[in-house]
């Protein structure tokens, strides 16, 4: 099952549903479309907004890393955070905002702690390059890596419930690995979470 899947699974039927940093909101049309979701999406980059206003998606231009302050408490039902969190300054900050705006939150990240990962990182001595972390290393939007492992613990730390989680291979797929070390063979992971 891959990530869009998921979240059309983890995503009931007339929800509202905000999609902070939605990209060209990919994620936004497949729901309207098998869900009939009330959708708003939020993005920083001015040709993604354009591909969304274009696509009849509404979307705010905001920088989340500036904060959420125009979003009132328990406001959608859902919030979903796609490849997202790992680009803020704040993560923490990020978490605790998103379970406050939505009652469910759905989050998706790559796993430093691939067994790709560590072994590139210990053969070569640099950081890898692979398909959930396809950038350089000074080339990358990513400013906060972290394992599944760090992810979860982080969770804890802020009283945040981990509800669900599915973690996938490099081919985006779930297996019998990836579900008993997700850690070491989760290329990355979906997350449901709520306060």
Not at 36 to 50: F, T
Not at 62 to 73: K, P, V
Request: aromatic share 6%; hydrophobic share 40%.
């Amino acid at each position: 099952m891959k990530t869009l899947e998921i979240i059309n699974n983890w995503v009931t039927q007339n929800s509202s549903v905000l999609d902070l940093g939605c990209g060209k909101g990919e994620i936004l049309l497949d729901l309207i479309s098998s869900k009939d979701i009330k959708a708003v999406g939020v993005e920083i980059d001015g040709s993604n907004i354009n591909e969304c206003v274009a696509s009849g998606i509404n979307v705010i231009e905001q920088n989340i890393d500036e904060g959420l302050d125009n979003f009132i408490d328990n406001s959608f039902d859902v919030v979903i955070m796609s490849q997202t969190i790992q680009v803020l300054k704040d993560p923490r900050k990020a978490l605790q905002e998103i379970t406050r705006i939505g009652n469910d939150c759905i989050v998706t990240i790559p796993n430093f702690g691939h067994w790709r990962t560590r072994l590139s990182l210990l053969l070569t001595g640099k950081m890898p390059i692979t398909d959930p972390l396809p950038e350089s290393w000074f080339d990358t939007p990513n400013i906060h890596l972290c394992t599944l492992e760090d992810f979860e613990l982080l969770c804890s730390e802020t009283s945040i419930q981990i509800t669900q989680k599915i973690s996938f291979n490099s081919s985006g797929h779930s297996n019998v690995f990836t579900r008993a070390w997700p850690n070491l063979f989760g290329a990355s992971a979906i997350y449901k979470i709520s306060k």
